[in-house]
């Protein structure tokens, strides 16, 4: 491809070659943190001075040690940064059960190009009733869905656990077709039909969009296997609604801007070579710059938390920031469609919203329940945003709507830590279980 300093497609190339010429930096840089904390780790081995008390011996070696750790956490973090990211693995293998554990395997129901429907069974020969089945829809936005791994672990012991698993655009062959937001709602839709009937329905954030728009096409249709219940998390349903940073990203450039600043080719060594893509490293530029001071204050205080042998602490700011540097690239049709239908046109909410060549009528759901939550501290999707849902959806029956606004809360907390734990988990599970129709 030739060279065009004002077009971006050329850009993957160079940043993909880039990481991997400073993987083998990288590389070394995790050698030399794991030496360094091998020493330390020896520094604090109990050991004898003659004639010198035991309180001196560890004060004499406590500063050396940190100083030890201070720099294996420095090297560490600099990997962190520098590192080729594969896809994680969910790695979920038992999960515990009215005080039994049970072992946790993963089998994939159905297989399509741009995604697999995944199931976490549980091996549970003693258990007579089924769980109640619920499909969690993760987001298709630059992070695998092995982000919501805590989410899947806090619901496999209420339900029988789902998820699309969305595949990097980067490893399909052009031979598989494109894959835009007609794609992403006929993709529910038919692993609706595949789990149905007796299914509930939970997505987080950009899937709630085609989640509803699924379910309305569904309704318009009569279909038997249309969920009992859908629980939608901090979603874009309506971005007119308390925008934010994300929200004014989209409105304040052209859709030519987009094309021209991140669409990139995928390089000739993967799959998907020539396909335009919205690059995973760009979306995780985009992620980090939103609020960058405290990301580099979570990573700082990591080191700080290891040196001080706050070990638990440190790894748990790791895995995280693990698996969010770990991105996946969109196919270029479906963020533009995306960005243009949702964020610019607002074509959902003035009811105007096409897929597949029919209109989307939200008023149609009429026999699917809907938990709309949000978090008072959401600086991705707005207070108001999600909870639009239940204005548009005129003709379900009041008592078959529900929101639910969590204090002190942010974007990542509405579907992972102690307070997804204690206090949305629990509503969720009040809400399905009135409309569960199992025995």
């Known amino acids: 491809m030739l060279f065009n300093p004002v077009d971006g497609r050329w850009l993957y190339n160079a940043v993909d070659g880039y990481q991997r010429m400073m993987q083998p930096m990288s590389d070394y840089y995790l050698r030399a943190a794991k030496q360094l904390n091998r020493v330390s780790d020896v520094m604090n081995l109990p050991m004898n001075v003659p004639y010198m008390p035991d309180a001196n011996i560890i004060k004499m070696f406590t500063t050396p040690r940190q100083f030890l750790k201070l720099n294996a956490g420095t090297l560490y973090v600099a990997h962190m ?74 619901l496999l ?51 709630t969009v085609p989640l509803l728009v699924a379910l309305s096409m569904m309704s ?21 609604q308390a925008p934010t940073a994300v929200n004014t990203l989209a409105t304040s450039h052209s859709d030519d801007w987009f094309k021209q600043n991140l669409i990139s080719v995928v390089p000739s060594h993967y799959r998907g070579y020539m396909r335009l893509v919205y690059p995973g490293f760009m979306q995780l530029m985009g992620f980090m710059n939103m609020n960058l001071q405290r990301h580099m204050e979570s990573l700082q205080k990591a080191i700080i938390d290891f040196s001080y042998d706050k070990r638990e602490d440190a790894l748990k700011t790791v895995h995280f920031y693990t698996e969010y540097f770990s991105t996946m690239d969109l196919t270029s049709e479906f963020y533009l469609q995306t960005i ?41 999707t707005g207070i108001g945003q999600t909870k639009s849902v239940l204005s548009l959806c005129k003709n379900l029956p009041d008592d078959m709507k529900k929101y639910m606004l969590v204090k002190d809360v942010g974007h990542y907390g509405l579907f992972n830590g102690s307070k997804f734990r204690k206090m949305i988990i629990p509503e969720i599970r009040r809400f399905t279980s009135s409309y569960d129709a199992l025995p």
């Open 340 to 380: 243009d239908t949702i964020f610019q046109r607002k074509l959902l909410t003035k009811g105007s919203l096409k897929t597949a060549g029919r209109f989307v009528n939200v008023e149609d759901i009429n026999n699917t329940a809907i938990l709309a939550i949000e978090g008072e501290k959401d600086d991705i």
């Open 220 to 240: 318009t249709d009569q279909e038997p296997n249309l969920p009992q219940s859908a629980i939608l998390l901090g979603g874009p349903i309506d971005t007119s």
């Open 81 to 154: 940064l520098m590192n080729h990211y594969q896809k994680p693995t969910f790695g979920i293998e038992e999960v515990k059960v009215d005080n039994h554990y049970y072992e946790v395997v993963e089998d994939i129901i159905l297989k399509k190009s741009f995604c697999h429907l995944l199931q976490f069974r549980k091996v549970m020969e003693d258990r007579e009733k089924p769980m109640p089945k619920l499909l969690l829809v993760a987001p298709m936005s630059g992070h695998y869905a092995t982000l919501l791994r805590g989410t899947v672990k806090e």
């Open 157 to 207: 012991p209420f339900y029988d656990v789902y998820i699309t698993d969305w595949q990097n655009a980067r490893d399909v062959p052009l031979t598989e077709g494109s894959f835009d937001f007609d794609e992403f709602v006929s993709y529910l839709i038919t692993f609706m039909r595949e789990l149905g009937p007796n299914l509930h329905v939970m997505a987080v954030c950009q899937p």
